[in-house]
C-alpha cells in the first residue's frame, strides 16, 4: 500500500548531516550503537543538570534532525546535556528509521520494538553517567518524534518533566490520566499536510488535531478547559512578522502540569524555522520543571 507520509517525511532527511562537536561532546551505546551525548562546557558534577532528548521524524536520524532544530548549539548557553538518539530502522521498504510511537505513527511494519523502554533507558543511563536533573528532563520531537515525545509523556511521567512536540499528535484514545502531572508544549502549521492540524489518519489509523492534543494534556494535568491566547511567536522564518498564535491552558493545573499550543499561521510539516527557534522551545522547557 501507497503510503504519502513517507514521500512527505523524506524532506527532513535532507535538512543536514551532522551535529556541532565540541570537546564536550562524547559517544555512547545505550544498546543500539553509540549516540552523540554533548556535555555543556558549564557542566560540573556537583551540580544537577537539565537533560533535553531530541526525537528526529521518520526517515531521519537524530543527527539530521538536530541539524535543522539546532538544540545542540545551545547546550552551553543554556546549560543541558543533550541527546540526540536514532530509531530502528524498518524491516522492509526503503529501510527509514521510525519510532513505534501510536497506532498512527510510524510502525508500519508491525516491528516488535520497545521504543518506549529504550528512550527510558536512555534517561536512566544518562542519570548513572550524570549530574542529571530529576526535575528537569525534557524532550522534543518533531513529526514521528512528536507522536513519541507524547508517548513518552504518557508512559514516563514520573521522569518526565516537559515535552514540545513540533507537528506529532497524542494518542487517540481514551485513557485515565498518567500518575503525574507533565507540562506538554505542541507546535503546529495551520497548512500541514502530513500530519494535518485538525487530525487525520495514517493508513486508517487516526490520530488527533493539535487542539485537541493539548486539550487532552490539560484535562489530565487538572487545568481549565478555558485557555488563554496570550502573546505572538516568530517560529517560521518565511513567513512576515510574528505568526504564530500562542494559546495556554495554565489555570487549576496541578503542580508540574500545564498544555499549551503554539500555532503557526500558513506553516507547513517542515516549516522554515526562524533564528530564535530552538531557544525559545528551550527557554520553555527550562521554564518548565517537574516541581514547580
Request: glycine share 10%; charged share 20%.
Amino acid at each position: 500500500m501507497k503510503n504519502p507520509l513517507r514521500k512527505t517525511l523524506l524532506l527532513t532527511a535532507w535538512l543536514g548531516l551532522t551535529l556541532s562537536a565540541t570537546s564536550l561532546a562524547q559517544n555512547i551505546d545505550f544498546g543500539r550503537g553509540e549516540v552523540l551525548v554533548k556535555v555543556p562546557a558549564s557542566y560540573e558534577a556537583s551540580e544537577a543538570t537539565p537533560l533535553i532528548i531530541l526525537l528526529h521524524g521518520y526517515t531521519s536520524s537524530g543527527q539530521n534532525q538536530d541539524s535543522y532544530f539546532k538544540v545542540s548549539d545551545l547546550a552551553d548557553d543554556y546549560g543541558f546535556l543533550f541527546v540526540a538518539p536514532d530509531g530502528m530502522q524498518e524491516t522492509g521498504g526503503a529501510q527509514n528509521r521510525f519510532w513505534n510511537a501510536s497506532d498512527a505513527c510510524c510502525n508500519f511494519f508491525s516491528a516488535e520494538v520497545d521504543d518506549s523502554a529504550y528512550i527510558r533507558s536512555i534517561i536512566d543511563e544518562m542519570k548513572q553517567r550524570f549530574n542529571v536533573d530529576s526535575n528537569r528532563v525534557y524532550l522534543i520531537g518533531h513529526s514521528n518524534g512528536g507522536f513519541m515525545s507524547f508517548r513518552m509523556a504518557y508512559e514516563h511521567s514520573d521522569s518526565v518533566a516537559a515535552i514540545a512536540s513540533l507537528a506529532g499528535a497524542n494518542h487517540l484514545e481514551e485513557r485515565e490520566a498518567p500518575p503525574n502531572p507533565v507540562h506538554v508544549l505542541q507546535i503546529h502549521g495551520t497548512n500541514d499536510e502530513t500530519i494535518g492540524y485538525q487530525g487525520g489518519d495514517i493508513m486508517n489509523n487516526r490520530y488527533p488535531g493539535a487542539l485537541n492534543s493539548v486539550r487532552r494534556w490539560a484535562d489530565y494535568n487538572g487545568c481549565s478547559q478555558n485557555g488563554v491566547g496570550r502573546e505572538l511567536r516568530d517560529l517560521e522564518a518565511s513567513l512576515p512578522g510574528h505568526e504564530s498564535g500562542v494559546l495556554k491552558f495554565e489555570v487549576g493545573c496541578k503542580a508540574g502540569g500545564s498544555a499549551e499550543l503554539w500555532t503557526i499561521s500558513a506553516g507547513t510539516h517542515v516549516p522554515v524555522l526562524s533564528e530564535t527557534f530552538a531557544a525559545q522551545i528551550v527557554e520553555w522547557l527550562l521554564a518548565h520543571p517537574k516541581n514547580n
